[in-house]
């Protein structure tokens, strides 16, 4: 029997979230205030984070539902409609953003940024590096998967905040050189940011929709399943099973061993009324699939469906 694990998104926790918003409220305030659309851009991403991990930390029909029928989810999956709720605010700014970058682009009205946007960018890239370590260290001792979900969110930051300071310096770098193609250089970089939102918003809406295409129950909520289908009467054993949500709902498919000396309209009667006992026990699996294969004599398997009036006797050992 075979039951794969692959990598589960951790839950995001409250204080990766305070720290993402506490890093958009920064950035956008010196970027309103010294007029920089690539500090915007930077805060505009931050906001995303906090929105990604907010919707998913929010409580929801979906995960509750799951969790009357005695199941336990594997990930947090971000609910519906906080998840569009964010969307929607976070796509109008990436779409205002996309606005005054291409305005300023073609009007030509762009200044050199103040040395003060310089310094919060190279603060603000400390601040996130800083907030990683720490939930690093709180996440290193769980799962494989908590730790890949957060390494990659700290490279689409990375990658972000990258862009932000390039455009920074390079816009600062054209006014000290007096080079006045380079001045373009901070709205190009807010434009990237901005698309870079625009997918990390399609992600979490799609996710959120649709859950994940493939995404594992945990072993010990799968172990429930196969002791039920176990218990059906004419079933020898389960050789394999396997149970996968698909938002807020599991589908299951499994094979079972049956005696092979039975007909095939036997066999698809045990295998009804395995699909039968699941869905009826368990509310929120929706789909079941079952394979029938024949019981192979040589495993150390005993079946529960053997004749009563066997030739060989049964010994007291």
């Known amino acids: 029997m075979t039951r794969e694990q692959p990598v589960i998104p951790g839950p995001a926790t409250w204080p990766g979230i305070v720290g993402d918003v506490v890093l958009a409220v920064f950035l956008g305030t010196v970027g309103l205030l010294y007029g920089s659309l690539a500090l915007l851009a930077g805060a505009l991403y931050s906001a995303c984070d906090a929105a990604g991990g907010g919707a ?4 929801g029909l979906g995960n509750r539902r799951l969790r009357r029928a005695g199941w336990s989810p594997s990930k947090a999956s971000p609910e519906p409609l906080p998840a569009i709720f964010f969307s929607v605010f ?3 700014g990436a779409v205002q953003l996309w606005i005054a970058a291409i305005t300023d682009i073609v ?14 960018v190279l603060l603000s890239m400390a601040l996130r590096e800083t907030l990683f370590q720490i939930k690093w260290r709180s996440v290193r001792r769980k799962s494989d998967g908590e730790l890949q979900s957060l390494v990659e969110k700290h490279r689409h930051a990375l990658f972000s905040s990258v862009i932000v300071l390039a455009g920074v310096f390079g816009a600062m770098g054209g006014g000290a050189w007096d080079l ?9 970089a807010a434009i990237l940011v901005a698309s870079h939102v625009l997918i990390q918003v399609y992600r979490l809406v799609t996710r959120s929709i649709y859950g994940p295409i493939s995404q594992q129950v945990r072993e010990e909520d799968a172990a429930s399943l196969i002791e039920t289908v176990q218990r059906v009467h004419g079933v020898i054993t389960v050789e394999d099973l396997k149970a996968q949500e698909k938002g807020h709902y599991v589908t299951v498919s499994a094979r079972i061993s049956v005696n092979p000396r039975i007909t095939v309209m036997e066999a698809n009667d045990i295998a009804n009324r395995a699909k039968m006992l699941l869905l009826n026990r368990f509310s929120h699996v929706t789909d079941v699939r079952i394979q029938v294969a024949p019981y192979e004599a040589e495993y ?7 004749e009563s009036d066997s030739d060989l006797p049964n010994l007291l050992q």
């Open 300 to 306: 150390p398997y005993k079946s529960n469906a053997e």
């Open 107 to 120: 009007e030509a009205d762009t200044t050199p940024p103040e040395t003060f946007v310089l310094a919060a």
């Open 180 to 188: 006045p193609a380079m001045l373009y250089l901070e709205p190009v």
């Open 90 to 92: 976070l796509l109008m």
């Open 56 to 59: 998913a930390r929010l409580p």
